[in-house]
């Protein structure tokens, strides 16, 4: 089992810049892909952006590409969401998200360990 932490939420005005962080921990060794996926209020979950730890392929939304970059420190066992040009309609929860198998979809449904999640709010 793998245990998910994030960090690096919080508020920001609409054209600035966030970065969230998301390690894990336990049975690290099985992950193959990790992502970021979020969800507005009154909204389903989403997937955002997501990277096979194997060979650092990512994936992005339609919706953030350009503006979000996702790295990883597999030393750290830790993907990062570098969020720029941020607007108001990326304002949800965030969540990362980890999958034993190496698809890296953005679907949610196909993840296995979630993190508890960190708020982005961001104002126009």
């Known amino acids: 089992q793998v245990q998910l932490v994030e960090s690096g939420g919080g508020s920001v005005q609409a054209g600035g810049s966030l970065r969230l962080s998301c390690t894990a921990s336990?049975?690290?060794?099985?992950?193959?892909?990790m992502g970021w996926f979020r969800q507005a209020p009154g909204k389903e979950r989403e997937g955002v952006a997501t990277?096979?730890?194997?060979?650092?392929?990512?994936y992005y939304a339609d919706t953030v590409k350009g503006r979000f970059t996702l790295s990883q420190d597999n030393a750290k066992n830790t993907v990062s969401l570098q969020m720029n040009s941020l607007k108001p309609e990326d304002t949800a929860m965030y969540y990362c998200?980890?999958?034993?198998?190496?698809?890296?979809?953005?679907?949610?449904?196909?993840?296995?360990?979630w993190g508890q999640g960190t708020k982005v709010t961001v104002s126009s």
């Open positions: 336990g049975d690290t060794n099985s992950i193959s892909c």
């Open positions: 990277v096979y730890i194997g060979g650092g392929s990512t």
């Open positions: 998200a980890a999958d034993f198998y190496p698809k890296c979809s953005l679907y949610p449904a196909e993840y296995n360990d």
